[in-house]
């Protein structure tokens, strides 16, 4: 069975990190086991990839950013010289839709990848991939939860669960606005909820929650010996403990 492996680049391999790259864990949500299994997650801050564990006919998909995006091209070369069919997404595609395609990526997808994601997969294990791919602005109650069963705790001090996405600011400094629209699209309070006792029961005591809503509300953390305890949202997730 083919594989795909998602691939978090990162400039400099440490061992572990400060926060988990969340859009690695939320499109491993969106993989179709059925037709690919688990997928493969390697975030680069802890681990190098290593093409060697890439074999023909399997997926790769890359998420970069400005900062990341040579690095992204290398494992980009690196994974087509193994053979495998490789989708390029993020930020910076999402701005500059041409680029990876002139860098050598099979397919690019600009905006969420949470719904179209499976798409991509199917379209290329039937050998019918496109050059780009509309993942456009997922509605909020469409965004997906990440895998947190594939994530290893002791590799994180943070984890980062997403409540909104989109900022009505228009920030010269930042691309949220342009890439993910000026109306904020807000998760359900349920997944949230959900998302969050995952992570407690993994261990983490120290929660990011991510708001794309203007620099003075964009990081939330949340400690949970100090916030106010939400029983009554507990009550409602099935939670007693």
């Not at 019918?128 to 509605?139: A, D, E, I």
């Not at 929650?209 to 939400?230: D, H, K, N």
């Amino acid at each position: 069975m083919p594989r795909a492996i998602l691939i978090n680049p990162a400039v400099t391999t440490m061992g572990y990190s400060v926060i988990t790259p969340r859009w690695l864990f939320v499109i491993a949500q969106a993989t179709p086991t059925d037709l690919v299994g688990n997928p493969v997650l390697i975030d680069e801050v802890v681990q190098k990839f290593d093409p060697e564990m890439v074999e023909p006919g399997d997926i790769v998909g890359i998420g970069v950013s400005t900062g990341n995006c040579l690095v992204g091209y290398r494992i980009l070369q690196q994974a087509k010289s193994r053979g495998a069919t490789v989708i390029m997404g993020g930020i910076h595609p999402t701005i500059f839709p041409d680029e990876p395609l002139e860098m050598g990526a099979d397919a690019v997808v600009t905006g969420n990848g949470d719904v179209v994601w499976a798409e991509m997969i199917r379209d290329a294990l039937h050998h019918t991939l496109k050059r780009r791919y509309v993942g456009g602005r997922v509605s909020g109650d469409a965004l997906l939860k990440a895998r947190w069963d594939l994530l290893d705790p002791t590799q994180y001090m943070f984890a980062t669960v997403q409540t909104v996405a989109g900022c009505p600011e228009n920030c010269s400094f930042c691309s949220v606005w342009v890439t993910d629209d000026r109306k904020p699209r807000l998760r359900l309070a349920d997944k949230i909820i959900e998302e969050v006792n995952e992570l407690y029961d993994l261990g983490f005591r120290y929660i990011i929650f991510v708001m794309t809503i203007s620099i003075r509300l964009r990081w939330g953390v949340s400690r949970a010996s100090q916030a106010p305890q939400p029983e009554d949202s507990l009550r409602r997730s099935g939670r007693s403990d």
